[in-house]
């Protein structure tokens, strides 16, 4: 267990449609990083929020957006879902800016 | 642009033996170097990692070599062992990332009794 909590598991969608993904970080950690991991590929870098405010951004589309909470937690909102979005988000924390990032077991994302 | 790239999708290697995945990167700003271990319906977990500044580290049955000249770094693991079974993610952060890993596709790894 790496103390860093995904929700939900898997969710089944349409196109079109809005869903947000969450995550609790380990505690103490003020790192919060969201992955796209899909069909056996690497895994994408989005985005990564410090303490709130957001710190690096990846290959993240428009109609994806994220923030961290004052709780640190952090929630993932894609939106006008597409066939193609269809993928694992993981989530990873870290204590700082730097060290080891520890990874949830992900979000299963699957848009019909 | 693939910036990390491990080019075998896939190694089969007898319990025992030794398992060795490779990686190659192009961006010359990278300075440090993770593997990471993904089972099934887990999240990927650290493994193993190396600063430029070295060109080997170990702990226990693995160890990571780098070569910065050929861009290529390489997971030893001796011996192999059943539940070493996974994919192995290598990823490869520079200092002034901040913490952002850029991964490779993976290497599932299986390891027969």
């Known amino acids: 267990d790496s103390g860093v909590t995904q929700t939900p598991k898997h969710l089944i969608t349409a196109t079109g449609q809005r869903v947000t993904l969450r995550c609790s970080p380990r505690?103490?950690?003020?790192?919060v990083y969201w992955y796209q991991q899909s069909l056996d590929q690497g895994l994408q870098f989005l985005i990564q929020?410090?303490?709130?405010?957001?710190?690096a951004k990846g290959n993240i589309l428009e109609r994806f957006s994220a923030q961290q909470f004052p709780d640190l937690h952090s929630e993932l909102n894609l939106s006008s879902l597409e066939l193609g979005d269809s993928a694992l988000y993981f989530c990873?924390?870290?204590?700082?800016?730097?060290?080891?990032?520890?990874f949830g077991e992900g979000s299963r994302l699957t848009v019909l | 642009d693939q910036q990390v790239k491990q080019n075998s999708p896939s190694l089969s290697v007898q319990e025992g033996r030794i398992s060795i995945l490779n990686c190659d990167y192009t961006n010359s700003m990278f300075d440090y170097f993770l593997w990471y271990k993904k089972y099934p319906a887990e999240g990927p977990t650290f493994l193993i990692s190396?600063?430029?500044?070295?060109d080997k580290n170990e702990d226990g049955r693995f160890t990571v070599f780098l070569n910065k000249s050929a861009k290529h770094l390489s997971l030893h693991i001796v011996p192999s062992q059943p539940g070493d079974s996974a994919v192995y993610f290598c990823a490869a952060t520079s200092n002034n990332a901040g913490n952002m890993l850029t991964f490779g596709g993976g290497t599932r790894l299986m390891v027969k009794p």
């Open positions: 990873a924390s870290s204590a700082g800016l730097t060290g080891e990032l520890f």
């Open positions: 929020y410090y303490n709130g405010e957001e710190r």
């Open positions: 190396i600063s430029s500044i070295k």
């Open positions: 505690s103490g950690d003020l790192s």
